[in-house]
Structures are given as C-alpha cells and as structure tokens.
C-alpha cells in the first residue's frame, strides 16, 4: 500500500498563479483532510471531507477550495494564489472509528512570489 | 473549547538522556490524544495514542505517554535519547464535538535536538 500521496512535492507561483494540489488515499479511509504547516504554528486545517460528497471548512479556508472527486482523492485549489499562501501542505486520512487517529502524505512545499 | 499546549518550542538533551516533551489539554469531556514525530522534510507519523484505556500508553521507537486526568497533561517520554530521535514532535487532542467531531487540534510543536 502507498498510503497518503500527494503531487506535487514542490511547487513555485506567481502571485495570482492558480493550481490545485492532488492527494490520494488507497487505504479506504472516510474522511480527508488539507492541512497547512508554518513555522511555530502547527498544522492548522483548511478544509476536511468527512465522506465521500461531503466538505468542510476548517480552521483557515480563506483562498482555497476542495474537491472529494470520490472516496480516494480529495483536491485543494489555489484560485489566486497570495505570498500568504506560502506554507507545506498535508494531506490526511482517517478511517472511522473509535480512535480517529490520521495517516499523512510526505507534504506538497509550495512557494509564492 | 478544546485545545492542547505543548511547553517548549525547543528541546536539547545529551544522546542517552531521558527524553522529556510537554503537553497539556483542555478538554470538557474525555478527550482522546495523539503524539505525531515528524522528521526533517518528512509527513507526520503516528508515535502513540491515549482512547480511554490504559493511562500509560507506549508508542513506537521506545516513546511512552502518560494520561493524567488530575493534571491534564499527556507528556511523552523516552528513557534514553539516540541520535536518531532528533524530530519535531506533535501533540493533538480529538474534537468530540458536532459536525466537527474526529477532527485534530494540534499543538504548536516541540523540536527534540540530540545532542552526541
């Protein structure tokens, strides 16, 4: 099993560039999640699908949007993207159940000029 | 609200030197907590998790946590530092709450330096 993959694994854009990260899952998990990492701030959410036709903000949305094109992806788009946006993205999954825990891709690194 | 701490953006110990990472939780309910490694350049990696069973949990690569309700505090520990250890840790507490329910909140961070 590959787990969590995500392409690309860098990424360089122009202010108002547009992109989208892709992320699949092949361990039949239910819910996804796009996290973003800053130093010193954590991982803070972006948006998560719980199931399948399902998405949800998070914490930080502003910019972005989400597709759940089905059960093994889940796509984070950049429609204009800021130097603000400059951060490592995570993808992540999760089956259900009790302990909820997450299983995360290797990250897209992604630079904004 | 729920919420985790970790005290100590930085840590150094000496290779063989009990290892020693700070978290505490804010939690209304019985909550269920998560350490993550991530090592340089790397995803998150699930170290241990504490669901409501046994208060001392042990993880991968010698790490154990400790629940302790009265203190809400889930510190990670690891009785002897190797070079190999050298990460950035995470903490992370499961909201238990609404549509959000199964959501992660995670700490700021702590980096382990290990020092020969």
């Known amino acids: 099993n590959a787990g969590v993959t995500q392409t690309p694994k860098f990424q360089v854009l122009k202010t108002g560039q547009s992109m989208t990260l892709q992320c699949a899952q092949d361990m039949n998990h239910n819910s996804m999640y796009w996290y973003r990492q800053d130093p010193g701030m954590g991982l803070r959410l972006i948006y998560y699908s719980a199931s399948e036709g399902t998405t949800d903000k998070g914490e930080v949305p502003n910019g972005y949007n989400v597709s759940r094109l089905n059960k093994r992806e889940f796509s984070l788009r950049l429609e204009s993207a800021a130097p603000s946006q400059t951060s490592v993205y995570f993808c992540a999954s999760s089956p259900q159940g009790i302990s909820y825990e997450q299983y995360f891709g290797p990250g897209t690194r992604l630079t904004v000029t | 609200a729920q919420s985790v701490t970790q005290l100590g953006s930085h840590v150094s110990v000496s290779e063989g030197a009990l290892v020693l990472l700070r978290c505490n939780y804010s939690?209304?309910?019985?909550?269920?907590l998560f350490w993550y490694v991530q090592y340089p350049n790397q995803g998150l990696q699930l170290l241990l998790k504490y669901t409501s069973a046994a208060t001392l949990v042990k993880g991968i690569n010698g790490f154990e946590a400790e629940f302790k309700k009265s203190e809400t505090s889930f510190h990670l520990t690891k009785p002897s530092a190797h070079m190999s250890d050298a990460a950035e840790y995470f903490c992370a507490v499961r909201l238990n709450y609404g549509g959000s329910q199964g959501n992660l909140i995670f700490g700021k961070g702590t980096k382990l330096s290990v020092k020969p």
């Open positions: 939690s209304s309910v019985p909550p269920y």
